[in-house]
């Protein structure tokens, strides 16, 4: 029997669990040992879960236990150590009485109000200037996601109503973005920020994009920025960020601002674009996610969606907002331990507290490690002919570009035959759309340093041998 279905899912593509991967778990299933730098999953990596962040939630998972706790303090033969701080059950005993109904409830759609309160209050803290911000953060403008994932995919779900509907979105991009555009069975419309120039971008670059995309009947309707970016690591300077603005606003698109990875800047300053656009009417739509940062929480599936300025709907008395919840209800609400999370990602232990000191000494160990582990794969790079990587570093990946492969081959098959050789699993340029006739490839900079250190003068070898 064979059944129709929807063509737009069967032709998604998704290059980083793609056939480089694939071919990975194979060698892994023949007892290979391999490298897996193909993805941003730093847990699966051996990156620490922070202590703090999980010993509240096995409290609210067990609540019990809080009651046991406190029983068990003063006990001849309990260690304090074997306890857990005060401080700890109080933040646990906070979220179960704002959540009243305990983990194991729906919760409201956009997620419960204290926890959109807190990431509210985060957004403010986080884009004050000289002590204000332009406009404070709406916590009925928020949304509690199952990850950054689902945010992109309600706006996309929401914004293309048919194939001449289209979205910008940066080139190499994240293929969230791709593969949701075409799910949606709307236009992907690439912009090409400028590598040589670490990846900024600017009018021009964004005007011949609209130029070209209009050209072929494409209503235009928004434009996606991921800001540090994925692939390419690169961190935005304030100034692309205003042209970003400057081009919605003069063109009527919405801007969706992936900042997932705000925290992973290494020494830079991240400036977020809310902050940028502070009181012009542009509409903004910003996710954030538990996944990255120090914190890593990929598996438990928690993020925010912001909206500023929704736009009001053609033919309905609602605005985008009201879309969006009506989107989220057909969902019920996002899981309800990845929403917790949110909230310890955006309410850290009070500084000061007992818990303070080891949550600083934890977040600074993993964003420092992440630097050491990124200068150790650019050194090496520098040791590879024909290679260059270009902006500065952010987020969890490099991308090199690759010249000098041989006649007839592309990155694609770089990385194929690095894995074989080496068994370092990246993915290659093309699966992210780059700009025709380059080659790259992007590593996640997340495995341990004792591995890398082994396996870097590999690749160079290899690499060095390949491009002859
Ligand atoms: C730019 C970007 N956006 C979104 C996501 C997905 O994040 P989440 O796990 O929150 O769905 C990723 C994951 O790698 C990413 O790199």
Known sequence: MRVT??????????????????????????????????????????????????????????????????????????ASEDLLDEYVLDVAEHVLAQMKTGLGAYSESKGPRFIREAVAAYIDRRDEVDGRVAVASDPDRIFLTNGASEG?????????????????IPIPQYP????????????????????????????????????????????????????????TGAILAEHSIGEVIDFAEEHGLLIIADEVYQHN????????????LGEREVSLFSLHSTSKGFYG????RGGYLEVRNAPLLQGYDLDF??????????????????????????????????????????????????QDKATLIREAL??????ECFGRTGAMYLFPRLSGLPEGTGDFDYCMALLEETGLCTVNGSGFHQRPGTSHLRIAFLPPKEMLAEVLPRWIAFHNAYVG
């Not at 520098?382 to 290679?387: A, F, K, P, Q, T």
């Open 5 to 78: 279905v929807n063509p737009n899912l069967v032709e998604m593509e998704y290059a980083v669990r793609g056939p480089i991967p694939m071919r990975a778990a194979e060698l892994e299933a023949q007892g290979r040992k391999t490298i897996p730098c193909n993805i941003g999953n730093p847990q699966a990596l051996g990156q620490d879960p922070i202590t703090f962040y999980r010993e509240v939630i096995s409290l609210l998972e067990a609540p019990g236990r809080i009651a046991r706790e406190r029983r068990l303090r003063g006990v001849t033969g309990v």
């Open 152 to 168: 992109a995919m309600f706006i996309l779900e929401i914004l293309i109503s048919g194939p001449d509907d289209g979205v910008m």
């Open 176 to 231: 969230l973005y791709s593969a949701a555009i075409k799910r949606c069975g709307g236009s992907l419309v690439g912009y090409y920020p400028d590598e040589e120039r670490g990846w900024e971008m600017d009018r021009e670059i964004l005007e011949a994009s609209l130029a070209e995309a209009k050209g072929r009947g494409v209503n235009v309707k928004a434009i996606v920025v991921i800001n540090p970016g994925n692939p």
């Open 265 to 276: 800047v290494y020494g830079a300053e991240f400036v977020s674009f809310a902050r940028v």
């Open 297 to 300: 929480e990929c598996g438990h």
């Open 321 to 370: 907002a009201d879309a969006l919840l009506k989107r989220a209800s057909v969902s019920l609400c996002p899981n309800t331990v990845g929403q917790a999370m949110t909230y310890l990602m955006v309410a850290e232990p009070k500084e000061g507290s007992p818990p303070w000191e080891r949550f600083v000494a934890e977040r600074d160990a993993v964003l420092a490690a992440l």
């Open 382 to 387: 520098g040791e590879m002919r024909g290679v």
